[in-house]
Nanobody, 115 residues
Framework: QGQLVESGGGLVQPGGSLSLSCSTS??????MGWYRQAPGKQREMVAT???????NYADSVKGRFTVSRDYAKNMVSLQMSSLKPEDTAVYYC???????????WGQGTQVTVSS
């Protein structure tokens, strides 16, 4: 219950694009989104989306990343473009369930932006 499985990630050159996907076990999360953690840094929110359609982006990714949800497939995706070396991190899928907002996390997927 509440299992999140990520796919995507990998190595990409600066300026390139990459997509991440996260599927659930059928659980409907009120909020789903993506967080990331770079070496030596705290985990930070990248993008989230509620079932109401409210979307929140970190300032550092606005205009470059797009989060979306496919409710038929119980998936959340993150389309990343104009990638920068500072986007390098482990990206984690996150879901929060109502009414307690209990959090669930995926195992993480590495994104490396380097030439």
């Amino acid at each position: 219950q509440g299992q999140l499985v990520e796919s995507g990630g990998g190595l990409v050159q600066p300026g390139g694009s990459l997509s991440l996907s996260c599927s659930t076990s059928g659980t409907i999360f009120y909020v789903m989104g993506w967080y990331r953690q770079a070496p030596g840094k705290q985990r930070e929110m990248v993008a989230t989306m509620t079932t109401s359609g409210d979307i929140n982006y970190a300032d550092s990714v606005k205009g470059r990343f797009t989060v979306s949800r496919d409710y038929a497939k119980n998936m959340v995706s993150l389309q990343m473009s104009s990638l920068k070396p500072e986007d390098t991190a482990v990206y984690y899928c996150n879901g929060k369930k109502m009414p307690t907002m209990t959090e669930f996390w995926g195992q993480g997927t590495q994104v490396t932006v380097s030439s």
